[in-house]
């Protein structure tokens, strides 16, 4: 069980094996660093200690050029691509994009951002949500999802790359998703059945789960991306903080992520926006580098 805390990290048991190293792969989400350019974040990750970045779309040229050269610098950087946030990645409208309305219409945008960007980044999971449910008809809507999740999941497969539903904090319920819990997402992974089909564990979204441990365990190797914050009560809809400033439990959760040989990035996603004291207007170097103190300490604690 991933203890639920006011602060600090948990004292492990006489009984558990405290692990000690830092082997670990930092990653960073451009959304944590928003009001930098891409470029800048291509410039600033590794001296920040990222081997991997989470590629957003938004930050990317409308010019077909432009975007090709910016894509080739992301290839020259020595970052790995951890995962991708298309502009759009919904199957049903949420509070980001709620146009167009249709399934099928957001669907094929997000092919086209497939298209666009699996040439240079191979083998990358691309982070989908479900969207609101219409009418909040959830069996209508699921039914839909999946289907639409197969389609995508066989167009991203010809492409080299694989797809990774990332079910969302209560919070947004009703809002940007009706997959709120690991086993829900689980649950539609079986439906759709498909090999490039994997998941988004975000710990902010999922932490006060008492049985995430459990939860993360029985994912298996179908765990594509693993993202870091921390937790304060919200004041809006993207309002996180620096790891190791909340009581998210995340030695807890990186020793059980740790536990199912995941292998891929840490990455690091904070939203700060719509809040007074916004993380954005702050030095986002020590937003990141404060992040990655707490992240070092709970690898070092984790327990698995």
Not at 97 to 119: D, G, V
Not at 145 to 154: H, I, S
Not at 271 to 279: A, I, M, Q, Y
């Amino acid at each position: 069980m991933i203890a639920v805390r006011t602060g600090g990290y948990a004292a492990s048991s006489d009984d558990d094996e405290v692990m000690v190293d830092s082997d670990y792969t930092f990653g960073i989400s451009e959304y944590t660093t928003m009001p930098w350019s891409f470029e800048r974040d291509l410039e600033r990750f590794p001296a920040l200690g990222a081997r991997a970045i989470e590629l957003c779309e938004q930050k990317l040229s409308e010019d077909a050029a432009q975007r090709r050269d910016q894509l080739d610098r992301l290839t020259n950087s020595g970052l790995t691509v951890g995962s991708v946030q298309g502009k759009l990645h919904t199957v049903f409208p949420d509070n980001m994009n709620p146009m167009p309305e249709k399934p099928e219409e957001r669907s094929a945008r997000f092919r086209t951002t497939i298209e666009h960007l699996a040439p240079a980044v191979p083998d990358a999971p691309f982070v989908v949500n479900t969207g609101q449910a219409p009418k909040g008809n959830v069996e209508e809507a699921w039914s839909v999802a999946v289907r639409e999740f197969r389609e995508l999941c066989t167009f991203a497969a010809e492409h080299g790359v694989r797809i990774a539903l990332e079910p969302l904090n209560p919070q947004v319920m009703n809002k940007d998703t009706f997959v709120w819990s690991l086993p829900q997402a689980l649950d539609m992974l079986r439906d759709v059945d498909h090999p490039a089909f994997g998941l988004c564990v975000d710990v902010w979204n999922l932490w006060q789960d008492p049985l995430l441990a459990d939860h993360i365990r029985a994912c298996g190797d179908r765990i594509f991306v693993v993202q870091v914050s921390d937790w304060r009560r919200p004041r809006s809809f993207l309002d996180r903080t620096i790891v190791g400033h909340g009581p998210i439990d995340m030695a807890g959760f990186v020793g059980a992520v740790d536990s199912m040989n995941f292998k891929g990035p840490y990455a690091l996603e904070i939203f700060s926006k719509d809040v007074p004291d916004s993380l954005y207007d702050d030095d986002l170097n020590e937003v990141v580098s404060e992040s990655k103190r707490g992240l070092d300490l709970a690898w070092q604690r984790r327990t698995r």
